[in-house]
């Protein structure tokens, strides 16, 4: 049982580059979301979805895209970096509902040049 | 949107002390969560209360959900040089269609001198 996966651990970019961020989980969670974490900051929400088709925006979704075909994957997309999104970014998974914990990956430190 | 202010923001401590911290909202929330950031990790869940005047115990760690529903304490009995980290108290919210966010705190930073 692997929870969240979370690849790469760390990347560097160009300005301008586009990439994506995969994640994966194995534990049939409805629910999954992203965050990114800077330094001093908790962790704000970048997109979530509740379900395989149904995605919807966080508190910071610009420059950011996402897309669930599966229950098991939610990847996210730069489509053009900027130096602002250099950042720690965190996928988590649950089951729906407010007493459900969220179960976090490792993280992937992104730097953009 | 919630405004959740945490605190202290960093603290250190000789090895043995207590530890508290807390949580303080503009708003009322049905659950609070208290996560834990080991370096270089995701967050890890340490504590869930679901219900106002709770208190909720993991070992050292002993959380209480505040009676106005706004605020929640995280205490640390006998700290040791693990329990470095960052703590995050993260109440969920209702975002529609049965679906929860979590609001995360700043985190309070805790050094452990041994």
């Known amino acids: 049982n692997a929870g969240v996966t979370q690849t790469p651990k760390f990347q560097v970019l160009k300005t301008g580059q586009s990439m994506t961020l995969q994640c994966a989980q194995d534990?049939?969670?409805?629910?999954m979301s992203w965050y990114r974490q800077d330094p001093g900051m908790g962790l704000r929400l970048i997109h979530y979805?509740?379900?395989?088709?149904?995605?919807d925006q966080g508190e910071v979704p610009n420059g950011y895209n996402v897309s669930r075909s599966t229950t098991e994957d939610f990847p996210l997309r730069l489509l053009s970096a900027a130096p602002s999104q250099t950042s720690v970014y965190f996928c988590?998974?649950?089951?729906?509902?407010?007493?459900?914990?969220?179960?976090f990956g490792d993280g992937t430190r992104l730097s953009i040049l | 949107g919630q405004q959740l202010n945490q605190s202290p923001q960093s603290m250190f401590i000789q090895e043995g002390e207590d530890v508290s911290m807390n949580c303080t909202s503009s708003?009322?929330?049905?659950?609070w969560l208290w996560y834990k950031q080991d370096p270089g990790e995701g967050p890890v869940l340490l504590i869930a209360?679901?219900?106002?005047?709770e208190l909720t115990s993991n070992g050292r760690l002993t959380a209480q959900f505040g009676i106005t529903r706004k605020d929640s304490f995280l205490n640390i009995s006998a700290s040791i040089p693990s329990d470095v980290g960052i703590y995050f108290c993260?109440?969920?919210?209702?975002?529609?269609?049965?679906?929860?966010?979590?609001?995360f705190g700043k985190g309070t930073k805790l050094s452990v001198i041994p």
């Open positions: 988590a998974s649950s089951y729906r509902g407010d007493n459900q914990p969220q179960h």
């Open positions: 534990m049939n969670h409805e629910y």
């Open positions: 979805s509740v379900g395989a088709g149904i995605t």
């Open positions: 708003s009322i929330f049905n659950t």
């Open positions: 209360l679901y219900k106002a005047g």
């Open positions: 993260a109440p969920p919210a209702y975002s529609g269609a049965g679906s929860y966010q979590l609001t």
